[in-house]
């Protein structure tokens, strides 16, 4: 079992000096290392984590990296996950784990389209031949049939690679706010048109952190502290010097640039994909029952998940809504 928090008095030359026990845990992630999981580089780089007791490592994810299972195993204490679904369907799969901070208000998925080519609205893109992946298949593209009449005849597979895209004018393609227009405009040599998902419904939390059920009840106040500290290396990491974090990001993937971190920056500001909606009033990492419902309504619609299973054991609230940092946020002039 991990120490508790708690300050030990140690008799020095001027009296006795308090000293913070480090609390040692192993933090997760779904990909590489990139400024969309920048809160948390920050927090290690700027001592947020040392100064609420924590002694974190950051793990990052990969192609052949399944960090989930590292979470479910026991082999970490936190895992990043991408949206709402995972958590429904462990529900579904009784693995016992939940979400229990957003760091992003609005999931990054998007859609691409080419400007001027008659595909310059979100009700347009249904009549385009789709590049789609197999999980956004399975998911999202589920829903954007139920909701707004897209046929998977006009799909094609997305293999990660844009130049089928770039050459097909008539196409679109799914990709993630702040990586994949980067490429279309470093190698298609135009800015594709932008369609964020979140913009019209699909209302996901996302970059959430997860953790096992038995570690948040026998663990509260680490789980607790790590939240509070997330938190505010995400107000920081957006919002201040980040240089330090950017570095790290650099270290664990040395294929990362400056050019696509300023990019993935900006365009996380430009959106509000983690200051925005709940979070002005309650804090970056905000979540509501109301808006999990709504989610989940959705996908249960959409034949995603099943209707019947239990979404309410898929997440806590208590580490989150505190309002936590929100100092940190630059004033409106």
């Not at 100064?51 to 192609?63: A, N």
Request: with cysteine; proline share 5%; charged share 20%.
């Amino acid at each position: 079992m991990k120490k508790k928090f708690h300050a030990i008095a140690v008799v020095a030359l001027f009296g006795c000096t308090p000293v913070l026990a480090q609390d040692k845990i192993t933090f997760a992630t779904n990909w590489l290392a990139q400024a969309e999981h920048g809160g948390h580089y920050q927090a290690v780089a700027d001592g947020t984590y040392k100064k609420f007791g924590l002694d974190v490592t950051i793990r990052s994810g990969g192609p052949q990296m399944n960090n989930r299972l590292q979470l479910v195993s026991g082999r970490v204490e936190f895992y990043m996950s991408a949206n709402l679904i995972p958590s429904f369907t462990a529900v579904e799969q009784k693995v016992p784990v939940k979400a229990i901070a957003s760091m992003f208000q609005k999931d990054p998925f998007i859609f691409m389209s080419h400007p001027v080519q008659g595909f310059d609205k979100w009700e347009d893109l249904k009549n385009a031949t789709a590049f789609v992946g197999n999980e956004a298949l399975a998911s999202i593209f589920q829903w954007m049939k139920q909701e707004y009449g897209f046929s998977e005849s006009r799909v094609k597979p997305y293999t990660f690679n844009p130049a089928p895209f770039i050459a097909d004018k008539r196409s679109i393609q799914q990709g993630y706010l702040t990586s994949e227009p980067f490429e279309v405009e470093r190698q298609g040599k135009f800015k594709p048109n932008i369609f964020l998902a979140a913009d019209y419904g699909f209302d996901t939390y996302s970059t959430l952190i997860e953790a096992r059920n038995d570690y948040i009840a026998k663990n509260p106040d680490i789980v607790q502290r790590f939240v509070d500290a997330s938190i505010i290396g995400w107000y920081n990491y957006i919002y201040g010097n980040n240089s330090a974090a950017n570095a790290l990001i650099k270290k664990s993937n040395p294929e990362m640039t400056d050019a696509q971190i300023a990019f993935s920056i900006a365009k996380m500001k430009e959106y509000g994909i983690v200051d925005s909606g709940e979070s002005l009033s309650l804090g970056i990492g905000a979540m509501s029952e109301a808006r999990i419902k709504s989610f989940f309504d959705k996908m249960a619609n959409a034949g995603v998940v099943k209707a019947d299973t239990d979404y309410r054991q898929s997440y806590a609230l208590q580490f989150v809504n505190k309002r936590v940092g929100m100092d940190l946020r630059p004033k409106q002039p």
